[in-house]
Nanobody, 119 residues
Framework: QVQLVESGGGLVQAGGSLRLSCVAS????????MAWYRQAPGKQRELVAS???????NYADFVKGRFTISRDNAKNTVFLEMNSLKPEDTAAYYC?????????????WGQGTQVTVSS
């Protein structure tokens, strides 16, 4: 019912930048919350950043000042601009959205996009 297509991952050197995108499609009426999570091998999935429809944002302490989350409501798209990347940012990054259908909300995950930061 909700399809998420992520793009923008890849290999980058420490100090470099990447921009992730996630496009949501489906028969929902609106998107409430959009977020990025990440999961490194052997570790739990963790919240990186989130943004509500009105634009308020929330960041994990480990990315504050380096990453910026934004969204385009008209295009059902969320972005994650990642600067000053560190090797410890290496992980699979997952898009997460909470959408509104007529009678209920629904939470959906993307398939993940790999970010690898070399030292």
């Amino acid at each position: 019912q909700v399809q998420l297509v992520e793009s923008g991952g890849g290999l980058v050197q420490a100090g470099g930048s990447l921009r992730l995108s996630c496009v949501a499609s489906g028969s929902f009426s609106s998107i409430n919350l959009m977020a990025w999570y990440r999961q490194a091998p052997g570790k739990q999935r963790e919240l990186v950043a989130s943004i509500i429809r009105e634009g308020s944002t929330n960041y994990a302490d480990f990315v504050k000042g380096r990453f910026t989350i934004s969204r385009d409501n008209a295009k059902n798209t969320v972005f994650l601009e990642m600067n000053s990347l560190k090797p410890e940012d290496t992980a699979a990054y997952y898009c997460n959205v909470n959408v509104r259908f007529s009678l209920y909300n629904h939470n959906a995950w993307g398939q993940g996009t790999q970010v690898t930061v070399s030292s």
